[in-house]
Nanobody
Framework: QVQLVESGGGLVQPGGSLRLSCVASGSFFTINAMGWYRQAPGKERELVAAITTGGSTNYADSVKGRFTISRDNAKNAVYLQMNSLKPEDTAVYYC???????????????WGQGTQVTVSS
């Protein structure tokens, strides 16, 4: 089993910054893409940003220029630096990892438990 644990959420004023972290743990696995999704109350979960092992990135239009996704492949970790935060960024942020178990070649797409980000004055 591969488990994802997020950290770094919290309450921040508009215009402020937060950095989210997510670390994958387990044995005998490899990860391809990692990403951050968010879900606001009453809305569907949406992609915020994703990054491949090679460093290719993809961002939602609403966060381009404000958020930066990065990863540390050696640590199986992914980060989301969020700057110039707006009230509409308020949501539960989830980490996702797509990969493969090495012993049986079984693919997985796992989620973290989520971390709350609230942008409010």
């Amino acid at each position: 089993q591969v488990q994802l644990v997020e950290s770094g959420g919290g309450l921040v004023q508009p215009g402020g910054s937060l950095r989210l972290s997510c670390v994958a743990s387990g044995s005998f696995f490899t990860i391809n893409a990692m990403g951050w999704y968010r879900q606001a109350p009453g809305k569907e979960r949406e992609l915020v940003a994703a990054i491949t092992t090679g460093g290719s990135t993809n961002y939602a239009d609403s966060v381009k220029g404000r958020f930066t996704i990065s990863r540390d492949n050696a640590k199986n970790a992914v980060y989301l630096q969020m700057n110039s935060l707006k009230p509409e960024d308020t949501a539960v942020y989830y980490c996702n990892a797509d990969g493969k178990m090495l012993l049986n070649n079984r693919r997985f797409s796992n989620w973290g438990q989520g971390t709350q980000v609230t942008v409010s004055s």
